[in-house]
Nanobody
Framework: QVQLVESGGGVVQAGGSLRLSCVPS????????MAWFRQAPGKQREPVAS??????TNYAGAVKGRFTITRDNAGTLYLQMDGLKPEDTGVYYC?????????????WGQGTQVTVSS
């Protein structure tokens, strides 16, 4: 069974920084694209940033230049968030396209709360 466990969320003042991490566990054979999504209160879940297995990145316009997505060889996913704004508040979810020995699919983490105060 594959799991994605996020950490690093918290409460920070506007202009501050946070670093989110996402660690996959279980019978992981290969990880392709990984991404971060977020959901603000009363809003739909939206993509924040993604990174392919080759390291190609893509960012939502609202976070471009402030957030940086990276991953390491062990499959851990990171999101460095600088210059945080109150509108960045929400639950942040890690997503990964994972292949196991038995099958493949898209897996979601449980989410980590980020709160930016003004």
């Amino acid at each position: 069974q594959v799991q994605l466990v996020e950490s690093g969320g918290g409460v920070v003042q506007a202009g501050g920084s946070l670093r989110l991490s996402c660690v996959p566990s279980g019978r992981v054979n290969d990880i392709a694209t990984m991404a971060w999504f977020r959901q603000a209160p009363g809003k739909q879940r939206e993509p924040v940033a993604s990174i392919t297995g080759r390291g190609n990145t893509n960012y939502a316009g609202a976070v471009k230049g402030r957030f940086t997505i990276t991953r390491d060889n062990a499959g851990t996913l990171y999101l460095q968030m600088d210059g945080l704004k109150p509108e960045d508040t929400g639950v942040y979810y890690c997503v990964a396209d994972i292949t196991t020995l038995a099958a493949g699919g898209r897996y979601w983490g449980q989410g980590t709360q980020v709160t930016v105060s003004s």
